[in-house]
């Protein structure tokens, strides 16, 4: 075999490693490829791309010039030498690289995202988004140009003229995707039901009416014409995710009513996919709406009479299952397993059934055969694995799975500017997800990093059953669920080189001693994921959990409908009324976990200071979007200002709004560069 056809073996191998995630063998065989046949464009420009990938940027940045003295008209390393100056944040410079590659190849998809990107942080958001609806009409679109058009629409720079009917169906395709979090989308599309004139006038009439309901005629019209409920983008997001808008939400209350009531007659069915993606919503946000006393006696009469039919064997009308739906879940019917061995139904009412009975009851299977790990004898601990048992947290239907996994240096490099040059990418990683609810993060953790190998803890089995219910359906083998509390951990054998644990500490008893079980789990060279609360970020927050220790209101469902209907109908500006703007709010685990949560630490920067200094820990910088970060860097602009808490406290003064979820963050030990 001569050198030639060595080297063009070593490239296939390569390229079949690079693929697969393999850098280190991908980096390997591409180098013995190059060393046989020197010069091979193909060769040069895989090398640079997986030294990129792996956070390699300075070898990259070589191998590209290398490329371009040799091809001055080689877009793909005019591409990857664009990525290396974004990553130094020579914007203007990597600018001018991808303009002079579209001069070259104006379709190139790779190229068009990474612009788009460029443009957006530079605050050209318009021009932004053309690039991305550009990229995204390729077969298959890059995922750079997915990931740009999302956050071109979370930038808020964008106008209604800028959502013609490409953009609103572009959106909505990646509703339905497993690449995004259904809800950094569904505020875009909560705004463009609004431009619906018949939708967004029939939400007017009913936010002047209420507590009183409309009187909606939800019968087929005459003239087989749409009611302005039965949109495809209102349907989407009822079965996607809680929609998080009073006005919405009230129509939807009464609606509910109403097709209940339709049911109940046997008269003529209006629209089924509505009425099913409707009960799919109420047991997505676990049945938070209100109810009238009239109204439970109507559709527990319902429910009665589907029971009846359920055990004679029965005809069960759909409608009567999607009636029944919007108030109860359906596996807490008599014999409700009964309902998914008869024959198939429509394929709106097949969604809801699996949703409904399938799903809860492979939780319940799976819940029964969770591995308890350590002992949860703390007083706390166990009033807090309480309320997660009731109401596992949070609710969520599709994870943001990455579209390719990355070596956790080179993840870690891109989040955090630390751990970039690594010489491996196939190592092993060991990932900690301390505290992982219902399994959310771990998934997409697992998706991310290459080698990953991930224990997601939990005090929960009721939400561990959900995550390991979510891990199958998405495929994700490589997590390992138990049930934990933090507090003993110590027993653990194993250390950890990457540990999230976003949103749990300030649920302990004492923080400071779960963050000192997290340090002796950490590698040497290790990096943390922290989320606390913010003390000014949440000042409404704090004002209703006041307000409802006043009230002796009960952390019950009934309870918490009831301080819903009241905090929501307060005057605008009063400052209770706020939380009504958290997402939180529209789901029963998560407005449980929101204000009448049985234990919660909130803190401020300074206060985060001295709990990081008390562990020998060193903050990092905080986990933002980009539009948040400009404007942090719009009066930070230098180097080391990211990682100045001073700074940030200051920022936050002026920007109270900015940590409004939580300050998430990332810390390693002192010492550690």
Not at 82 to 105: E, K, N, T, Y
Not at 441 to 465: C, M, P
Not at 580 to 600: G, W
Request: some cysteine; aromatic content about 6%; overall charge negative.
């Amino acid at each position: 075999m001569d050198a030639f056809e060595q080297a063009r073996q070593h490239f296939l191998a390569a390229l079949e490693a690079q693929q697969a995630g393999r850098l280190t063998e991908a980096e390997e065989r591409y180098r013995a490829a190059d060393a046989l046949v020197p010069g091979r464009v193909s060769v040069m420009t895989n090398l640079a791309a997986v030294l990129i990938e792996q956070g390699r940027l300075g070898e990259g940045r070589l191998w590209c010039e290398k490329l371009l003295a040799a091809e001055p008209g080689n877009v793909e390393a005019m591409l990857n030498l664009a990525l290396c100056r974004v990553a130094d944040d020579d914007l203007p410079g990597a600018l001018q690289l991808l303009d002079r590659g579209l001069s070259i190849s104006p379709a190139h998809a790779g190229v068009l995202a990474a612009r788009g990107s460029v443009l957006l942080r530079l605050g050209r958001a318009r021009d932004a988004l053309a690039g991305f609806r550009q990229a995204m009409r390729c077969d298959p679109p890059p995922a750079a140009a997915e990931e740009g058009f999302v956050m071109c629409l979370r930038s808020g720079r964008l106008t209604d003229a800028d959502f013609d009917r490409e953009v609103e169906a572009l959106t909505l395709r990646l509703l339905g995707s497993s690449r995004f979090r259904p809800e950094s989308i569904a505020h875009v599309l909560r705004g463009r039901l609004y431009a619906r004139p018949a939708l967004r006038s029939l939400l007017d009439r009913g936010e002047t009416a209420w507590p009183e309901r409309l009187a909606l005629d939800v019968s087929p019209s005459p003239q087989a014409q749409a009611h302005p409920w039965d949109d495809a983008l209102l349907i989407a997001l009822l079965e996607t995710t809680p929609v998080t808008d009073v006005a919405i939400e009230r129509l939807l209350v009464t609606l509910r009513r109403c097709l209940m009531q339709q049911a109940g007659r046997g008269d003529p069915a209006t629209n089924p996919v509505f009425h099913c993606a409707l009960a799919r919503q109420c047991f997505i946000n676990e049945y938070v709406y209100p109810c009238l006393p009239e109204e439970i006696a109507e559709v527990d009469a319902l429910r009665s009479r589907l029971e009846a039919a359920i055990a004679a064997g029965a005809e069960v009308p759909d409608a009567w299952l999607a009636a029944v739906g919007t108030y109860y879940p359906l596996h807490t019917l008599s014999d409700a397993a009964g309902l998914i061995t008869r024959e198939s139904r429509p394929a709106p009412v097949e969604a809801l059934l699996t949703q409904q009975i399938r799903e809860p009851m492979a939780e319940d299977a799976l819940r029964n055969a969770i591995e308890q790990l350590t002992p949860i004898d703390d007083e706390i601990s166990r009033k807090v694995r309480q309320q997660y048992e009731e109401n596992p947290y949070p609710r969520w239907t599709m994870p943001a799975l990455a579209a390719k996994r990355t070596p956790l240096a080179a993840w870690l490099a891109a989040r955090t500017g630390l751990g970039g040059e690594s010489s491996g990418g196939d190592e092993i990683a060991d990932v900690l997800i301390a505290g992982c609810g219902t399994g959310r993060q771990a998934i997409e953790t697992a998706s991310q990093i290459a080698g990953a190998r991930l224990l997601a803890v939990d005090l929960s089995k009721s939400s561990l059953a959900f995550g390991m219910r979510k891990a199958r359906e998405t495929g994700i083998t490589d997590i390992r669920f138990v049930q934990a509390d933090i507090l003993r951990l110590d027993s653990l054998e194993r250390r950890f080189d990457y540990i999230d644990s976003s949103g749990v500490l300030h649920h302990l008893g004492d923080p400071g001693a779960g963050l000192e079980v997290l340090c002796r789990l950490l590698k040497d060279n290790g990096i943390i994921r922290l989320g606390l609360y913010s003390e000014a970020a949440r000042g409404a927050v704090v004002a209703v959990r006041e307000r409802i220790a006043e009230s002796g209101a009960t952390a019950d469902p009934d309870g918490i409908r009831k301080v819903r209907q009241q905090l929501m109908l307060l005057p605008e500006g009063a400052p209770e009324r706020e939380v009504v703007n958290f997402a939180d709010f529209y789901s029963m685990s998560e407005c449980r976990d929101l204000l009448f949560h049985v234990q919660e630490h909130r803190y401020t920067i300074p206060g985060i200071a001295g709990l990081l200094d008390d562990a020998g820990l060193r903050f990092i910088g905080f986990d933002l979007e980009p539009a948040a970060l400009a404007r942090f860097r719009a009066t930070n602009p230098g180097k080391d200002a990211l990682s100045d808490l001073d700074l940030w406290n200051d920022f936050e003064q002026h920007n109270p709004d900015s940590f409004a979820a939580m300050y998430q963050f990332w810390v390693c030990r002192k010492g550690h560069s």
